[in-house]
Structures are given as C-alpha cells and as structure tokens.
T-cell receptor, first 114, second 113 residues
Framework: DAGVIQSPRHEVTEMGQEVTLRCKPI?????LFWYRQTMMRGLELLIY????????DSGMPEDRFSAKMPNASFSTLKIQPSEPRDSAVYFC????????????FGPGTRLTVL | GDSVTQMEGPVTLSEEAFLTINCTYT??????LFWYVQYPGEGLQLLLK?????DKGSNKGFEATYRKETTSFHLEKGSVQVSDSAVYFC????????????FGTGTRLKVLA
C-alpha cells in the first residue's frame, strides 16, 4: 500500500484566497484525522471522521475551516478565506479500527499564506 | 480532560549516550500510550505502544514502560545514534470513547557524532 497520500505537498497562497488540502487514507481504514502542526502550538487535532462521518470537530479553529469526507477514500480540508496565521503543516492520518490501532500519518502539506 | 506532558527540548547528546525523555499523563480512564517519532520533513511514525499497566513497549532499541502508579511512560534508549535525531511525541488514546489521540508538545533530540 502507498500509505496515506496528501496533496499538494507545498502550497503558497495569498491572504484571502481559498485553500483546499486533500487526503487519501489507506484503503480499508475507517477513521481519518486532520492535524495542524506549528512551532507555537505543536500538533493539534482539527477534526476526526469515523466511517466518513465527522465525530469530533471541536479542534476546528473557526468557521473559515471546513472538512469533508464524501467517501472512504477521500477527504478535503478547506480554508476560506485564508489568513497568514493559518500557515502551518497540515497532516492527515488514518486508522484501521479502534483506539488501540496505530494511526498512520501522511507526509503533510506545508501551507504558507502571505 | 485527558492530557500529556513531556519534557521540554531540545535534548542534545553525543553518540552512544543514554537517552531518557520524560512523559507523564492524566486520564480518567485506562488509556493506551504511544511514542511517535517525526524525522525532518516527514509525518509521524509509531515508535512503540503499551496498552495496559506494566506493559513495556519496545522497538529499534527504544523502550517505555506503562507506569500507572506514577502515570508515566518515559522513553529510553541505551545508546543513541546520529540517525535517532528527530522529534519524539508522547501520546495517549483518549478514554472518553472516541479514541482520538492526545499528543504531547514533542521533544527534539539531536545526536552529535
């Protein structure tokens, strides 16, 4: 298996633009997580899906952020409008089953908002 | 709520030195505990895990023991290598039923030749 796939790997955009980050989880995994990593705040869980249904979105910073999982093999994280403080590395992770199973992380998308 | 506290970095060691990275947790239930490692420019990878008290997780020479009495899960390695330079994250699986992970802030390790 190719592992968790994220695209793009790098994104540079200007303030106010819409940004869409994409994730393909490992085939057969039924949980998907979006994280944000910054030097100041460390690794933060943004949202968690189970069987394509959002279970916990309490980490989504504000209404400018939205996430969807239309099917088991694809998820998006959208920021509209983007702001410089959104600059971070965004990771997607997937997991086969419950809490004892390992989360597999993608390589991340480095977002820079100018 | 549940939380994880790990030692501040960076930690700088010479090759073949002994490594300890401290991690303590608070949890209302009986979480599973994990150590993840992040190499430069990459995502996190599971290093080891323990699912119940007194379990010892081990991998690649690293070890950590789930200590319920001290609510700790310290990471140790007897002899570090330059290739171990990375950021190490302690995590627990939330005991509320959602099984989401709660991560510590990470500890950067730099090993000098």
């Amino acid at each position: 298996d190719a592992g968790v796939i994220q695209s793009p790997r790098h994104e540079v955009t200007e303030m106010g633009q819409e940004v869409t980050l994409r994730c393909k989880p490992i085939s057969g995994h039924n949980s998907l997580f979006w994280y944000r990593q910054t030097m100041m705040r460390g690794l933060e869980l943004l949202i968690y899906f189970n069987n394509n249904v959002p279970i916990d979105d309490s980490g989504m910073p504000e209404d400018r952020f939205s996430a969807k999982m239309p099917n088991a093999s694809f998820s998006t994280l959208k920021i509209q409008p983007s702001e410089p403080r959104d600059s971070a590395v965004y990771f997607c992770a997937s997991r086969l089953g419950g809490g004892l199973d390992e989360q597999f992380f993608g390589p991340g998308t480095r977002l820079t908002v100018l | 709520g549940d939380s994880v506290t790990q030692m501040e970095g960076p930690v700088t060691l010479s090759e073949e030195a002994f490594l300890t990275i401290n991690c303590t947790y608070t949890a209302t239930g009986y979480p599973s505990l994990f150590w993840y490692v992040q190499y430069p420019g990459e995502g996190l990878q599971l290093l080891l895990k323990a699912t119940k008290a007194d379990d010892k997780g081990s991998n690649k020479g690293f070890e950590a023991t789930y200590r319920k009495e001290t609510t700790s899960f310290h990471l140790e390695k007897g002899s570090v290598q330059v290739s171990d330079s990375a950021v190490y994250f302690c995590a627990l699986s939330d005991s509320s039923g959602t099984y989401k992970y709660i991560f510590g802030t990470g500890t950067r390790l730099k090993v000098l030749a």
